[in-house]
């Protein structure tokens, strides 16, 4: 897909992913609506781009109401929407005992079913035109289950379900459905505990920039999965066909996670910053 011209809507926008993937759009010539929850930071992106090219919407996603007015928003702009990015999501590290049942209903609500309920919402914008793309940006921790992202894993494993499904359901449509997965990414969506897991792990790790680029390039070419990173996409690769070599990794490891994992109360982060970061 040429982007020049196209309108493309990126949730999470305001995250370290998301201001560099609206800056790469933009670079690339699309227009971009960008959705986040923090006013003055949309502000303040849309000002760092040239006048007229970032539009922006406040919403809560994880809610209808906050859906409803993304929508009506699309529909109000001069040209439908070509693409969506959905780039928000909620982190959540610590061992699976101890986060809260009101925790683990955020982050599955947040990375799985309000994304479900914005993509069915907004499926009519989208097929208005003759291409259009669905993207989701995934997580490595989509594709391989993580000691002590219990919760997060499941989300972006039912994420990456859902595209798979749906990039085979509309296969004859004008719509695309992409599921692209950045390895660790260096932003604030990380809390400390997890920076620190990540460097005695000696997890290698991306710039946003960085992420941005391949994500664009990813687009364009109409990739319908993608995991970033070497040795990233091997380890997904196994996870896949031997998992139980994956299994034994994971446990000589394990005593590191848990060290990390069981140092406070669980690391939550309220506000979707964008969710590769992590892995």
Known sequence: MDLRGKNVIVTGATGGIGAALCAALVQSGAQVLAVGRNPARLAALAESQPQGRVVTVVADLSGAEGRARLVQAAREQPAAADVLVLGHAQSAFGLFG???????????HT???APALLVHALLPVLTQHPQAAVVAIGSTFGSIGFPAFAGYSASKFGLRGLFEALAR???ESPVRFQYLSPRATRTAFNSARVDALNAELKT??????????????AIERGD?????GWPEKLFARLNGALPAL???????QLPIIRRHASSQAPATFEEPIHE????
Request: charged share 30%; proline share 4%.
């Open 98 to 108: 101890q986060h809260s049942a009101a925790e683990l209903e955020n982050v599955l």
């Open 111 to 113: 990375n799985l079913v």
């Open 169 to 171: 359901e509309y296969a």
């Open 204 to 217: 290698r790790s991306d710039t946003p920039e960085q992420v941005a680029r391949q994500l664009v390039r």
């Open 224 to 228: 319908l999965r993608r995991q970033l």
């Open 246 to 252: 994956v299994d034994r990794s994971l446990r000589a």
């Open 276 to 279: 590769p970061s992590s892995r």
